[in-house]
């Protein structure tokens, strides 16, 4: 039951993290977090250095020291003073083991700054990599949730009704239209187009004949000559008489 128990948490625990945790966000404080190692970094270079150069400044301190010694250790063996000889002779026997102990720690100093500066380099190389990395991630990152904010405004875009309803409407008026063409086209042929020239053709009948009683009334015209046929086969047409 407790190992159930803590399982529950440790998944609770780690859907909370999953959920809170933003990766463009860490990847911009693991940025500051490079960048923060490099000034602790040169401070232990520094450091480092420090110590090549008090070593550097003792074993030329011995040096100077030893040369000293072996001058007064020769002087006073030409003076006859055998006992000062002794005693310079034990002295320079001291500064020469502590230079050759100096010289050791100097050597392996030289070495630890060489290493430090080595392992900048690579630290520097890496966090380069890392960073630019990190930035172009995160620049992707972005570009994602632009994307995102574009598809989603283009979706409510269609979901509001401009672009469901689009069609629909076309589709209406084309219909529309093409109901009314059907129309117009039926009511065409429905129209008997002879009988309408018939009677167009009266009309204009019976205007000419129209003006023509108005000139006979006001004396501009006279009257047609009536014909007549006579029973003998006679047909006469105004002065004219034609015998058949």
Known sequence: MWARFRRAMRSFAGFFVSSIEDPELIL???VRDLNDQVPKMNESIAMVRANVTLLEKENAKYQQDVRELTAK???AIQAGRDD??????SR????KQALERNQQQLDTAKMAYEKALNVKKLFMREKDKKTQEAMNAIRDARRAKWQAKVADAMESFQVAGIDATHDEMVRKVNEKTAVNEARMQMALESVDHQALSIEEEAEKIQANELVKQFKMEMGLDSPAPVSDVSAGGEKTIGKKVEVK
Request: aromatic fraction near 6%.
């Open 28 to 30: 911009e404080q693991n």
């Open 73 to 75: 250790v020769k002087a």
């Open 84 to 89: 000062l000889a002794a005693q310079y002779a």
């Open 92 to 95: 320079l026997q001291m500064e």
